[in-house]
């Protein structure tokens, strides 16, 4: 699994156990291991609002929070059981972690303690964030739910963000205008909330811009094989950012796709309309893609390389320019396989069972023994 950060002068990029900090131009490496010496991998990893700090989750149930620049490791805690996925606060030594049992945890900087249980879901939690102003807590889960709860009294819930048709996997702010919530899905679509009130402003399909059809012809047939009925291709990666003060962009990939698919989202007198603005043609799937101010960011796992792309507004007119490439792990061997995002979404669709038909099957039986 491949995450990647940016914020400033800082690129932080994950392969496996590795991590590789591009900061103003030269590369820091850490390598995590576990308790034993053996190689520990990254699942999700977030920057300080003020960047300062870095937080990891690993594979072995650890949170870890390193300091810009030294990358001293100043806290570290064992998590009471997998997590799926960690971000910093509004205040920065709050950091909040979403577990794969559905509870979302509240660890602290500066305080040794274990973590504080906020609140609870009945399903795989997979995205946790706080608004700005601290007073909203939202979470999303593999049963299609986007719940939004007050804080710190989590146990009042504000409303539900519903209309989903499978996981949500992805949420963040509209950047120009954070009063609107973006979130996306296993279902191939973005949809953008009024979160406080759970309404449904715009949704974006992003199935009707697949160029190859075939894609999810084939995806459709291997979840049918597995007994899983979808629609279409699951949106593995997302990002977004500001491009003046009323659009946003978004970036998106999509399972089985070598295009990222850039949008615009415009919002005017509580209006919305988005547009796709750009299909990016790559060499293979990207292993993780980040949005950063006029830049989009892209990893590509099988060759360690990471490509800048730069948009340009001209006459109104909004284009991508093809940057420079980053070479990234040179001095590691990075030779060992490890597993995408594509393989792991695939886990998040639900299986439906009939039972229905096995009992009735016993309920014959049972009555041919008693005749």
Known sequence: MNCICVANNIIAVSRGSLIDFYIEEKHKVLKIQDATGADDDICDMDFSNDQKYVALLTSSKKLYTYKFPSLECVKSFLLPRSASKVRFGAEKNNIF??????DVLLYKIDNDEGGVKLLGHLSLLLNVLQSKDGNYLITSDRDEKIRVSCYPHTYNIQTYCLGHKEFVNHLEFLPHNEKYLLSASGDGTIKCWDYAIGHNCCTIDTRTDVSDQSLQEDFKKMMDDDGIEVDGLPIVHFSTTKLNDTTSLI??????SHNVLIYTLETSDCKFKHNLLERVSLEGHPGCLKLSETSLFVYDNDTSKLTRFNFT???NKT?????????????HNTDSIVKTDYEHIKVLFKRKFDNVQEYQERKRNRLVKAT
């Open 97 to 102: 972690v979403a577990d794969k049992t559905g």
């Open 319 to 331: 284009t991508l320019i093809k940057g420079h490439t980053i070479n990234m792990f040179t001095e």
């Open 251 to 256: 970036a998106v990939s999509l399972h089985s």
């Open 313 to 315: 507004n001209k006459n």
